[in-house]
């Protein structure tokens, strides 16, 4: 079992910047894929950035050059540095991790899940 719980969410203005972190614990393992995903009212789930164990990234077209994905397996923290905020990346935005996955940004393959912490950008 892993547990996962984001942090760092608010409100911010368009062009601004925010970090999103995200504690793991249970049986936390180092070797689990880990990724970020966000939902806005009325659309599906949808992956944003993912990390391997070995640092490998994979970033959703739309936030590419924009947000950066990192871990530190040492405290079991995920994070999510989030620059040049549009009003579109309003959502919810939830952390995802499992051993075994098929594609890194499809939320089917991922069993855990953090409660989510919103992100609000204003124009």
């Known amino acids: 079992q892993l547990h996962l719980e984001e942090s760092g969410g608010g409100s911010v203005q368009a062009g601004g910047s925010t970090r999103l972190s995200c504690v793991a614990s249970g049986s936390t393992n180092s070797r689990y894929y880990i990724a970020w995903f966000r939902q806005s009212p009325g659309k599906r789930r949808e992956g944003v950035a993912a990390?391997?164990?070995?640092?490998?990234?994979d970033y959703a077209d739309s936030v590419k050059g924009r947000f950066t994905v990192t871990r530190d397996n040492a405290l079991n923290i995920l994070y999510l540095q989030m620059n040049s905020l549009k009003p579109e990346d309003t959502a919810m935005y939830y952390c995802?991790?499992?051993?075994?996955?098929?594609?890194?940004?499809?939320?089917?393959?991922?069993?855990?899940w953090g409660q989510g912490t919103q992100v609000t950008v204003s124009s």
């Open positions: 990390v391997s164990h070995d640092g490998t990234t």
């Open positions: 995802a991790g499992d051993l075994w996955i098929d594609h890194s940004l499809d939320p089917r393959s991922y069993n855990y």
